[in-house]
């Protein structure tokens, strides 16, 4: 774990490098490019970082240990429809109880099960459990219209007739789990964006904890098969080579069977023509969905998309047979864009299910506190706590002597003076866009985006101060301001840190210089032309101090 431990601490402090290649990263640390693969997707993917959160389900309720156990519940389901449609057959047959009552009873059986095995994969929202659910209900269905009881037989052709509905049946269970896993994941996004910062600072620290435990764990990262370690590149190949070279040999085989077009160009189809079509279109959309799977992302799986569309359309445009120009002048070329534009939606849903398992993944391995993604979570979470850092000018405001002024002067007048003082800062500080961050009875800390902004703030408090306590002030004693500005960076917004050094720092600036004048740090006056200040011949903090030029109103 050194080498992950050098990784972690590198990007700490270069974040940026996690656009890094692996194998880049791997070499440079020392560690297998393979885990570094793992680690890096799992920072970019979003999936560390929400390892705390609650599943979308309760699993101490009934429903939440229905979804703990999945597999379990659809093989019970489905044997749950096989008894009962073989019951209602026994009944029917041996009993000759009315037909249409017992075909009734079968279809709402039917229909049951069918609704809770689409609700629990909507609930669970992983493709491969509609990829294994979709047989197990098909099988039973297919089983169960097959048995005959008197005379006892089985009938091969509803058995056949009733898995095949595993077709129907797929495409309507893999959207239903792919839309059940996105909305899981969009929740799960949701609640985490909700977290408060104490929220996170305790997972964190229970992160560091499990990392701790395991650090003397040789076990790595879990790598999983091999197909997940294909890059995008190579599937983006794959998908271009195999769409082009199966729509090539379809066609081929299409116009074997077909060589004067007449089924494509005059529609009569004959048996082998369908079933050639058929089979190269149901095997076009399988691929597609896999390949979308594969790349495990939305977007780059509708850059798969249109890559298949383009590998479908050139083989589509290849002449196979003496009547290829021919059927070329009679095809209509925006059906055949039509009909490859079908796949986008196939290939988008794939992606999606891609990126629902990888999610589920990482967070299984999370659970079992595999090191290198703990420290990937562990990574994630210090990002969020310590959010890009932003650069601000700070400005602080002080009037001098103002208890003396409050000392002297009725109470009531002394707090409207005051409020009136606040209310002001605030609206010369809103008209150069500036917020203010924090309030005292005798100043304000206001922080601008820019240091002019803030220059010209202060300059214009400077200026109008006199105005103020000639038209607004009820005291005997004016407002005499000192204000220090100094400019750094802050993790996040200024409104929301706890503590900030710029803020200290430009505190004691202010402190330093003269009433009436505005005093600057040194990074400061980096941002204005020279000659617009002088040095006051001290160092605050680190800092040199200088005064701003006002010739309108003295120092």
């Known amino acids: 774990m050194t080498g992950f431990a050098e990784l972690v601490d590198h990007l700490r402090a270069h974040p940026d490098d996690v656009r890094r290649t692996p194998g880049d990263l791997a070499r440079q640390f020392r560690i297998d490019e393979v885990e570094v693969a793992q680690f890096l997707g799992a920072l970019q993917s979003g999936t560390v970082g929400r390892g705390h959160l ?120 893999l959207p239903i789990a792919v839309l059940g896993g996105f909305r899981n994941i969009q929740r799960e996004q949701l609640a985490s964006a909700r977290l408060s910062r104490q929220d996170l ?21 879990h790598k999983g098969p091999f197909w997940r370690m294909v890059s995008f590149e190579q599937i983006r190949n794959y998908a271009f080579g195999f769409t082009f070279i199966w729509t090539a040999l379809s066609g081929l085989s299409m116009r074997f069977l077909d060589p004067t077009g007449v089924a494509l160009t005059q529609a009569k189809m004959t048996t082998g023509w369908l079933i050639v079509n058929g089979v190269s279109a149901l095997v076009l959309l399988a691929s597609t969905f896999a390949f979308g799977f594969l790349s495990r992302d939305p977007k780059r799986s509708l850059i798969l998309g249109g890559i298949i569309m383009l590998a479908g359309i050139l083989a589509s445009a290849i002449p196979f047979g003496p009547a290829a120009y021919t059927i070329w002048n009679k095809s209509n070329w925006g059906n055949v864009l039509i009909g490859y534009a079908i796949y986008l939606p196939v290939v988008l849903a794939g992606g999606i299910g891609g990126q629902i398992e990888d999610h589920a993944e990482k967070k299984k391995l999370l659970s079992e506190d595999q090191p290198t993604l703990l420290m990937a979570e562990m990574l994630a979470l210090e990002w969020k706590l310590r959010p890009q850092a932003r650069r601000v000018c700070v400005m602080v405001v002080d009037a001098e002597k103002s208890s003396v002024m409050k000392a002297s002067a009725d109470p009531f007048e002394a707090e409207w003076s005051f409020r009136a003082y606040q209310q002001w800062l605030a609206e010369l500080a809103g008209k150069h866009l500036g917020t203010v961050h924090s309030t005292a009875g005798d100043g304000a800390v206001i922080g601008f985006a820019s240091v002019n902004d803030a220059v010209a703030a202060g300059l214009e408090i400077q200026r109008e101060v006199t105005r103020f306590n000639q038209t607004v002030n009820r005291l005997q004693s004016p407002f005499r301001l000192r204000i220090g500005l100094h400019s750094g960076e802050v993790q996040g917004d200024l409104d929301q840190v706890q503590f900030a050094a710029v803020i200290d720092i430009a505190a004691h600036v202010e402190k330093s210089g003269p009433v009436g004048g505005l005093t600057l740090s040194r990074t400061v006056t980096e941002a204005l032309p020279a000659g617009t200040y002088h040095p006051l011949d001290k160092v605050v903090d680190g800092f040199e101090v200088f005064v701003y030029k006002q010739p309108e109103f003295a120092v």
Do not use: H
């Open 201 to 221: 600072l305790e997972q964190l620290f229970a992160v560091r904890e499990r990392i701790r435990r395991v650090s003397g764990k040789t076990e790595t990262i």
């Open 54 to 173: 609650r599943p979308t389900y309760d699993p101490k309720s009934t429903i939440g240990l229905i979804l703990q156990r999945p597999y379990y519940v659809l093989v019970c389901v489905n044997l749950a429809m096989l008894f009962g449609l073989v019951l209602f057959r026994i009944l029917r047959q041996v009993f000759e109880i009315n037909e249409r009552v017992t075909t009734t009873a079968a279809i709402i059986i039917v229909l049951t099960s069918l609704v809770i095995n689409l609700y629990v994969l909507f609930r669970v929202g992983m493709a491969r459990v509609a990829m294994i659910g979709a047989p197990l209900f098909c099988f039973a269905l297919g089983l169960g219209a097959a048995i005959r009881v008197r005379p006892p037989a089985f009938e091969w052709g509803g058995f056949l007739g009733g898995f095949l509905m595993v077709l129907l049946y797929g495409f309507l269970a």
